[in-house]
């Protein structure tokens, strides 16, 4: 998919995954520098930010959305971030030795001014991202998905463990504490699925039961 600016000074392009064989989003927040959960656009590839503005930062909504990150820590020499909980998924000992990000707790703010916010339940490490700007948007991992312009929703069932409706009902709270923060955003950025553009909020509120109000 061709790269598409969505928002004042967001780009986002989804790219089939290597490993899972579906498209994925990713997305450059350009005044903050910052990758999200990046693979490399096609077919633009990685020429597209030597016109742009080079990335200087790769910030992953969990450990497992490493996707291309290499590829730009080799191109660009990209610092990376990701939530400490996951940091033993990097180095030496981890699956991933290619690099070794810095760790950053939940509720802290990342390069760029990107707040970070604790989500868990699918994963320790599954973290929100507050994307600043003109029109803020929320950035989430694989805690709530979207098939092409359907509706939010969890993923299926069967990849959420042994006890799929704790893990939805641990997401649940995760997003209504999120909502209770009346954050500035009215926008979501997915990781799967395409990104929901104005109305978010309400959107978001209605699959975890919060007033998007709150």
Not at 113 to 141: K, N, Q, W
Not at 193 to 200: E, H, K, N, Q, S
Request: negative net charge; charged residues 20%.
């Amino acid at each position: 998919m061709t790269i598409q600016e969505i928002l004042p000074g967001v780009h986002h392009w989804t790219t089939v995954h290597p490993a899972i064989q579906i498209e994925v989003s990713s997305y450059f927040v350009v005044s903050a520098r910052a990758l999200l959960d990046p693979l490399v656009p096609e077919p633009e590839g990685l020429g597209w930010f030597d016109a742009q503005a080079a990335p200087e930062y790769v910030l992953l909504t969990n450990r497992l959305h490493t996707r291309h990150t290499a590829k730009f820590v080799d191109a660009f020499g990209c610092e990376v971030w990701t939530n400490r909980e996951g940091l033993h998924h990097f180095g030496p000992e981890g699956e991933i030795r290619d690099f070794v990000p810095r760790g950053f707790e939940a509720g802290s703010t990342l390069p760029g001014g990107i707040r970070s916010y604790e989500v868990g339940a699918l994963c320790p490490d599954e973290t929100a991202f507050l994307v600043p700007g003109p029109e803020p948007a929320l950035a989430i991992a694989d805690g709530v998905v979207r098939d092409g312009e359907g509706p939010l929703v969890f993923v299926p069932d069967v990849l959420l463990g042994d006890d799929p409706e704790a893990v939805k009902r641990g997401l649940k709270a995760a997003y209504r504490r999120i909502l209770e923060l009346d954050l500035p955003f009215d926008h979501l950025l997915l990781a799967h699925g395409r990104p929901w553009i104005g109305g978010a909020r309400a959107a978001l509120g209605e699959l975890v039961g919060a007033d998007p109000g709150a």
